[in-house]
C-alpha cells in the first residue's frame, strides 16, 4: 500500500534550481575603476532584489590594519545592513524571489554583475535573467553604500 502525503506538508519545488544553492561567482572584477572604494578581493554583502551593494568601511583598511577584531566588527556591520535594508522591501518581493527559484531578480542582476557578481544559475536558468546579464554594464556606475545609512 502507498505512503500516504499529508498535503498540508508535501511540497513540490518549482524553483529554477530544484532546492538546490544557486551557483554564482563572486569577485571576477578584474580591474577596479579609479576613484571607487569598493574591494572586490574584502567581504561585502548586498541585496538580491535590488542590487545594492554594502562594504563597511572597515573592509577597506590596509592589511596591516586588518585584524580579526576589525574583521568580526566589519561582519557585524554588514549583517546589521543586510538586516535593515531587507525592510526597505515589502514581503510579497521576497516571497516572489524565493518563489522564483533565482538568486536575484533581472533588476538586482543589472546591478550585481559590473561589480563581479555573476548569478551563473540564474543566466543559464531563466532567459530574463540570462537577457539581464547581457544588458549589464560592464564597469559599475556607481560605488557601494559605505555607511549602511549610520
Not at 24 to 52: H, L, N, S, W
Not at 58 to 86: F, G, K
Request: charge should be neutral.
Amino acid at each position: 500500500m502507498p505512503k500516504l502525503q499529508n498535503p498540508k506538508r508535501s511540497f513540490v519545488d518549482l524553483s529554477l534550481t530544484k532546492g538546490k544553492k544557486a551557483l554564482t561567482i563572486q569577485g571576477a572584477m578584474p580591474v577596479v575603476p579609479e576613484g571607487m572604494k569598493f574591494k572586490p578581493d574584502r567581504p561585502y554583502t548586498y541585496c538580491c532584489i535590488c542590487g545594492e551593494l554594502f562594504q563597511p568601511e572597515l573592509d577597506r583598511v590596509p592589511s596591516n590594519e586588518y585584524t580579526p577584531e576589525v574583521i568580526l566588527a566589519a561582519e557585524i556591520q554588514r549583517r546589521a545592513w543586510s538586516h535593515r535594508h531587507a525592510k526597505n522591501h515589502k514581503a510579497h518581493e521576497h516571497r516572489s524571489l524565493a518563489l522564483s527559484g533565482r538568486h536575484c531578480t533581472p533588476e538586482a542582476l543589472i546591478r550585481l554583475v559590473p561589480f563581479g557578481i555573476i548569478p551563473i544559475t540564474d543566466i543559464v536558468l531563466d532567459d530574463e535573467s540570462r537577457f539581464a546579464g547581457l544588458e549589464a554594464p560592464r564597469a559599475p556606475n556607481d560605488d557601494v553604500e559605505t555607511t549602511g545609512g549610520l
